[in-house]
């Protein structure tokens, strides 16, 4: 159902990075957590972007934290494969709740994905958390926090979670705009690119080359849209600090678009993989 107003001015809002990487100490906490009594024999690199990585023997473990405070882990986890997306998400909740504290009650799990590699299975989570009653989401589809199983282990884990900063919100005069309204401003760009889209999806590039493209109609962009969201878009630019805005994401067919929702321009799309 497509919402037609939002009544309520949605503010942005200043966030951090919970993990500040301009501590060294703080990271060192943070990544002795995946390395328990073996940290004391862990290789530590500081690159010259900032990035620190934090290394035991020969690759079986690796921790990394940017500059901004993004953390992954990656880990040897053998031919281990999974037969039950339960028992990986058990796996995958215990081992964020015994190394960072999260529990389930922190974070909402948005993606389910089935990971192949030979014969080997596995599957990958993401999970993501709220603000202010909004679900935030990372540029070009990528979840707060998202975790790779196999069998019972963790092979890669990943973390870039903000907080809200002790500074005022802002809220825009003119409100939230609604969907209906972008749908409206931007709709004869969205209608060729439908069409350009199908047109690339059902024919080959030497049949499509030279040949014109058959209209489309407004009624057929308006039942393409599957989904409307307002969430928080969270674009991972080069600061720890940030001003994250209320975002409109209207998903049409295989393609996502972003609209800032108090300012009705386009601040990013990405394709829906197959």
């Given at each position: 159902?497509?919402?037609?107003?939002?009544?309520?001015?949605?503010?942005?809002?200043?966030?951090?990075t919970e993990l500040d990487a301009a501590s060294e100490d703080l990271m060192n906490q943070r990544a002795g957590r995946f390395f328990d009594e073996h940290f004391d024999f862990v290789k530590t690199i500081q690159e010259t972007g900032g990035t620190?990585?934090?290394?035991?023997?020969?690759?079986?473990?690796?921790?990394?934290?940017?500059?901004?405070?993004?953390?992954?882990?990656?880990?040897?986890?053998?031919?281990?494969?999974?037969?039950?997306?339960?028992?990986?998400?058990?796996?995958?909740?215990?081992?964020?709740?015994?190394?960072?504290?999260?529990?389930?009650?922190?974070?909402?799990?948005?993606?389910?994905?089935?990971?192949?590699?030979?014969?080997?299975?596995?599957?990958?989570?993401?999970?993501?958390?709220?603000?202010?009653?909004?679900?935030?989401?990372?540029?070009?589809?990528?979840?707060?926090?998202?975790?790779?199983?196999?069998?019972?282990?963790?092979?890669?884990?990943?973390?870039?979670?903000?907080?809200?900063?002790?500074?005022?919100?802002?809220?825009?005069?003119?409100?939230?705009?609604?969907?209906?309204?972008?749908?409206?401003?931007?709709?004869?760009?969205?209608?060729?690119?439908?069409?350009?889209?199908?047109?690339?999806?059902?024919?080959?590039?030497?049949?499509?080359?030279?040949?014109?493209?058959?209209?489309?109609?407004?009624?057929?962009?308006?039942?393409?849209?599957?989904?409307?969201?307002?969430?928080?878009?969270?674009?991972?630019?080069?600061?720890?600090?940030?001003l994250l805005v209320p975002v409109w994401q209207i998903t049409i067919e295989k393609k996502i678009y972003q609209f800032d929702a108090h300012e009705g321009i386009l601040l990013e799309t990405q394709p829906i993989s197959p």
């Open positions: 159902m497509l919402p037609l107003t939002h009544q309520h001015n949605q503010p942005r809002v200043f966030v951090e620190r990585i934090y290394m035991y023997g020969y690759g079986q473990q690796e921790v990394r934290i940017n500059n901004l405070g993004r953390l992954e882990y990656a880990a040897e986890t053998g031919s281990q494969s999974s037969n039950s997306v339960t028992r990986s998400l058990e796996a995958a909740l215990l081992f964020m709740a015994e190394h960072e504290g999260l529990g389930s009650n922190d974070l909402v799990l948005r993606e389910v994905e089935l990971l192949k590699e030979g014969d080997l299975r596995g599957y990958s989570f993401g999970f993501g958390y709220d603000l202010q009653g909004v679900p935030v989401l990372l540029s070009q589809g990528d979840h707060p926090v998202e975790i790779e199983v196999f069998g019972t282990s963790i092979r890669r884990y990943r973390t870039f979670q903000r907080q809200s900063m002790n500074l005022p919100e802002i809220l825009p005069e003119e409100g939230i705009r609604s969907p209906h309204r972008l749908i409206e401003d931007h709709f004869n760009a969205l209608l060729e690119d439908l069409q350009r889209q199908r047109q690339a999806r059902d024919e080959a590039p030497e049949e499509a080359e030279g040949q014109q493209m058959e209209a489309l109609e407004g009624e057929e962009l308006l039942e393409a849209i599957q989904d409307i969201q307002l969430v928080y878009l969270d674009r991972k630019e080069t600061h720890r600090r940030q």
